[in-house]
């Protein structure tokens, strides 16, 4: 009992602690943003409830992801709302011993929408241009990209773990111009969390938004058709692509759109592994 109220004392006082360094300003926000502090003692800690106990994350080979420096982590993206990204982050902090910052390069989309736009800035997300990429590669920060975009986040269930197309594969030439590892990551269970069953069309050009979607839930039950299913989740993280050799060929397309496919076909390669070891997505 008294380990207990000890326990519950440092939270307590941890807590007052970081209240009043919010109170009087006392705390550090980066170049783009970033509130590290903030991240850690709000954010992390609403997400790892989702992450350990509603999608019961696994995460495998984070040896893969450097200790230190910069590196492009390169994933798949689905699930209709992007969950995918902050289970990613929390992986990263959670699992890898340097505990490191993933920092997400997001559409601009994003930083338009009131409130996501500050909590998404706040997190340590940044606008995907190629400035604030060399920046943070720069710093040695680790950045998180999902090529397939809202490709990858609106398609279809009946689509569900088959890659989109990676655009203009732009995340390549920033690695080679960078001389920056990408490191392949594969993530299986965001598709179940919100089944795209459907798209209504007029409403998503109505709000200005890629798509509206229509799941089993939403926008049947309302609100409460936004609580993500509780499917099983699983990470992965392929060994890293050493760019180096091609980092004078940048601006040639050849060589960008071969280093692109093969990082497509080694994640498609890993989403499919992972979907062996994970039969039912709803099985503990």
Same mark, same amino acid.
């Given at each position: 009992?008294?380990?207990?109220?000890? /326990?519950?004392?440092?939270?307590?006082?941890?807590? !007052?602690?970081? !209240?009043?360094?919010?109170?009087?300003?006392?705390?550090?926000?980066?170049?783009?943003?970033?509130?590290?502090?903030?991240? /850690?003692?709000?954010?992390?800690?609403? #997400?790892?409830?989702?992450?350990?106990?509603?999608?019961?994350? /696994?995460?495998?080979?984070?040896?893969?992801?450097?200790?230190?420096?910069?590196?492009?982590?390169?994933?798949?993206?689905?699930?209709?709302?992007?969950?995918?990204? #902050?289970?990613?982050?929390?992986?990263?902090?959670?699992?890898?011993?340097?505990?490191?910052?993933?920092?997400?390069?997001?559409?601009? #989309?994003?930083?338009?929408?009131?409130?996501?736009?500050?909590?998404?800035?706040?997190?340590?997300?940044? #606008?995907?241009?190629?400035?604030?990429?060399?920046?943070?590669?720069? /710093?040695?920060?680790?950045? @998180? +990209?999902?090529?397939?975009?809202?490709? @990858?986040?609106?398609?279809?269930?009946?689509?569900?773990?088959?890659?989109?197309?990676?655009?203009?594969?732009?995340? +390549?030439?920033?690695?080679?111009?960078?001389?920056?590892?990408?490191?392949?990551?594969?993530?299986?269970?965001?598709?179940?969390?919100?089944?795209?069953?459907?798209?209504?069309?007029?409403?998503?050009?109505?709000?200005?938004?890629?798509?509206?979607?229509?799941?089993?839930?939403?926008?049947?039950?309302?609100?409460?058709?936004?609580?993500?299913?509780?499917?099983?989740?699983?990470?992965?993280?392929?060994?890293?692509?050493?760019?180096?050799?091609?980092?004078?060929?940048?601006?040639?397309?050849?060589?960008?759109?071969?280093?692109?496919?093969?990082?497509?076909?080694?994640?498609?390669?890993?989403?499919?592994?992972?979907?062996?070891?994970?039969?039912?997505?709803?099985?503990?």
């Amino acid at each position: 009992m008294d380990d207990l109220l000890d /326990e519950w004392d440092a939270k307590v006082a941890t807590g !007052l602690a970081f !209240l009043r360094r919010r109170l009087i300003g006392q705390y550090e926000v980066d170049d783009f943003g970033f509130d590290a502090e903030l991240t /850690e003692h709000v954010f992390h800690p609403v #997400l790892r409830q989702l992450y350990k106990h509603w999608f019961r994350t /696994e995460v495998f080979d984070t040896k893969h992801v450097p200790d230190e420096g910069a590196a492009l982590i390169v994933a798949n993206h689905s699930g209709t709302i992007a969950l995918d990204a #902050l289970m990613l982050c929390l992986a990263v902090h959670d699992e890898h011993p340097a505990h490191r910052y993933l920092r997400l390069l997001a559409a601009d #989309l994003v930083f338009r929408l009131p409130l996501v736009s500050e909590v998404a800035r706040k997190s340590g997300a940044t #606008l995907a241009c190629n400035p604030d990429v060399d920046r943070l590669l720069h /710093e040695g920060q680790l950045v @998180g +990209v999902f090529p397939e975009g809202f490709k @990858g986040v609106g398609k279809h269930y009946s689509e569900r773990y088959k890659l989109q197309r990676f655009g203009r594969a732009g995340f +390549v030439s920033v690695a080679l111009r960078n001389r920056t590892p990408i490191v392949p990551t594969a993530i299986v269970g965001a598709e179940e969390t919100y089944p795209l069953l459907g798209n209504i069309k007029p409403l998503a050009r109505l709000l200005g938004t890629p798509y509206f979607p229509v799941t089993p839930t939403f926008p049947w039950l309302g609100p409460a058709g936004l609580v993500p299913l509780p499917s099983k989740w699983m990470i992965r993280f392929g060994e890293p692509i050493d760019t180096t050799p091609w980092s004078d060929q940048a601006d040639d397309p050849a060589v960008v759109f071969n280093l692109a496919d093969q990082v497509r076909e080694t994640i498609q390669g890993m989403l499919h592994d992972l979907l062996k070891l994970r039969p039912d997505p709803f099985q503990e």
